[in-house]
């Protein structure tokens, strides 16, 4: 096996917890993302991804631990907020006014592509076209990482598109690094090379997709021969039974084998939650 590339990390948190009102909303998470990666977060409702986010830029104050971000963020809110009585071009140039780092011209470039017109008041727009805007906005301001709450949601597939072209030029073009949350994997499977799973405020997986894919395996066979393996998690019909397991297994005839896809192992995951795929200190999973 080949030594691990040690990536710098643009997100770090060590132990970090965070209570909202009485309740912790997340516990003891110790996760990296690397520069120049584009992340998924997923979980279940409530699970603590916004509280995750809402910390990494300095929203939310950690109660537990540490969170540190090279460089700036910026985040852009699950319902998008813009000013909704002023035009795009105002918008823009409120951005110019209030902020140190502006790429006002790179955000006309993009508006101009996507057909986003200046003159247009924010409340006019669409959904896709208020979350482009959004994006363009935090884009702007050329941060080092950008946290998206569910920048997906409400919109159709094709501005769902649209959106994830817009970032994958922006990751590919300056290195940018993105952290975004989303409930619909089969958006995140084709742009996303970093899974981060929250499951009831605790961390289970975090790391490159492509090694958690290839060190995973979904095996098909009878239930009753299933007893005794260790699995990640089983599901099953009666007679049938379906189990995530980690690394290579031969099992014989009886059992059908292949390497899950990404949903498969989120759902694998979220369905034992004391189950975890975590980086250990030589960034093996353990
Ligand atoms: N403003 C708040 N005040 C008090 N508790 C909150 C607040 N916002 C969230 N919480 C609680 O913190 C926990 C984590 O919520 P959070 O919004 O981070 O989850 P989430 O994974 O983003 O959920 P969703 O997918 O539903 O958006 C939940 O138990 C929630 O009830």
């Not at 770090?12 to 009102?21: A, I, N, P, S, Y």
């Not at 109660?63 to 963020?73: N, Y």
């Not at 813009?82 to 508006?111: I, Q």
């Amino acid at each position: 096996m080949s030594a691990p590339i040690l990536e710098v990390p643009v997100l770090e948190t060590t132990g970090l917890g965070v209570r909202r009102r009485r309740a912790w909303a997340l516990r003891d998470c110790s996760l990296s993302v690397p520069a120049g990666r584009v992340a998924a977060l997923v979980g279940p409702n409530g699970a603590g991804k916004t509280t995750l986010m809402l910390a990494a830029v300095g929203l939310l104050a950690p109660d537990r631990g540490h969170v540190s971000v090279r460089g700036t963020a910026a985040f852009v809110a699950q319902d998008k907020p813009l000013y909704e009585s002023f035009t795009v071009g105002e918008l823009l140039e409120f951005g110019r006014r209030t902020n140190t780092r502006w790429d006002g011209e790179g955000a006309r470039a993009r508006l101009d592509v996507l057909g986003v017109p200046l003159g247009r008041r924010a409340g006019r727009l669409s959904g896709g076209q208020q979350a482009q805007v959004a994006i363009t906005l935090a884009l702007a301001r050329t941060p080092d990482l950008l946290v998206l709450d569910e920048p997906l949601a409400n919109l159709d597939p094709l501005a769902r598109h649209d959106v994830m072209r817009t970032l994958m030029g922006e990751v590919a073009g300056r290195g940018l690094t993105v952290l975004l949350s989303s409930h619909v994997i089969a958006d995140l499977e084709d742009t996303c090379d970093w899974l981060v799973v929250l499951n009831g405020g605790r961390l289970q997986v975090s790391g490159d997709i492509d090694d958690l894919l290839a060190g995973h395996l979904l095996l098909s066979g009878p239930a009753e021969a299933a007893e005794g393996l260790e699995a990640v998690s089983a599901t099953g019909t009666g007679r049938h039974a379906t189990l995530l397991v980690r690394g290579d297994r031969a099992l014989g005839p009886r059992w059908s084998t292949r390497r899950p896809n990404l949903d498969e192992l989120v759902m694998g995951y979220l369905r034992s939650p004391q189950a975890a795929a975590l980086p250990g200190p030589a960034g093996v999973a353990r």
